[in-house]
């Protein structure tokens, strides 16, 4: 799955001035610990499917399961650090808070009236990870969520802030249900933002369709698409410096700045 900085050098022409100066600037240029970048994994049809439209339900199922696994994926340091998706993957800078039992048996004691015990004792859930796709627009995209996250997304606009615009993946439009066409109306909505296309688990950010499509049609007046060629997901890894931040509290021992960092003497094969 290569990096959009790998995508840049695979595009320009081999042995070229490009090439050349996409490698010098990636070798010296320094990269910022809190800079988070992008994996991706692009989709056009073949075969019958060649040059046609590919928003249609039977694509984005055959796509679910490689959705999903990014998910499941982990990696392991020669140290014997083993580090999942969700540790390393963009998903806000707010520490993961683990819990307090003392606080959960204060709460008991007050025989649960006691609100600041009560928002100490349970752990935060693990929010979802920004995946740049037309995937989030519909409720399939419930499958790949952490456990603690699945138990309040239905609610998640309720829980947060109006301020945030959290918007439950299970309230979304089932792709099952949806024809080709339908689906297509679904990701040219226009959200609160002003723009088109599919949001995160907060409306607040929205993937525009020309962020993750390629040969876009749409009606004469630009509202709706009528066909996409092609599509990516951009799997988006967090900073190894916010990645090791946001793990101070939850896995103090994984919170190593120089263990994230992508080096491939760090990885274990």
């Known amino acids: 799955m290569p990096t959009l900085d790998e995508l840049e050098v695979q595009w320009s022409n081999r042995g070229g001035h490009l090439e050349r100066e996409l490698k010098i600037m990636q070798e010296l240029h320094k990269k910022d610990p809190w800079e988070p970048r992008g994996m991706v994994t692009m989709f056009v049809g073949k075969g019958s499917l060649e040059g046609h439209d590919v928003m249609r339900p039977d694509v984005m199922e055959e796509l679910l399961p490689l959705y999903k696994r ?6 392991t340091t020669k140290s014997g650090l083993a580090y999942s998706a969700r540790d390393l993957c963009f998903r806000g800078a707010v520490p993961d808070y683990p819990g307090n039992a003392a606080a959960c048996a204060a709460w008991e004691a007050s025989n649960k009236t006691d609100s600041k015990m009560m928002a100490a004792c349970s752990p935060t859930p693990i929010f979802p990870c920004l995946i740049m796709s037309p995937m989030d ?4 995209t419930a499958e790949a969520l952490h456990s603690s996250y699945a138990a309040v997304d239905p609610i998640v606009d309720k829980i947060l802030p109006p301020e945030m615009l959290g918007r439950p993946y299970t309230a979304r439009p089932s792709f099952r249900n949806l024809s080709a066409a339908e689906m297509k109306q679904v990701v040219s909505t226009t959200r609160i933002t002003g723009t088109k296309g599919c949001p995160w688990w ?17 009606t004469p007046d630009k509202s709706v698409l009528t066909k996409v060629s092609a599509f990516m997901f951009v799997f988006s890894l967090d900073g190894p410096r916010r990645s090791a931040f946001r793990m101070k509290l939850s896995k103090p021992s994984y919170a190593v700045q120089s263990e994230i960092e992508d080096r491939p003497e760090h990885r274990q094969a």
């Open 202 to 218: 907060t409306e607040t950010t929205v993937y525009s369709p020309s962020a993750w499509g390629g040969g876009l049609e749409w």
């Open 137 to 140: 627009c519909f409720s399939e």
């Open 70 to 75: 990014f998910h499941d994926m982990t990696v």
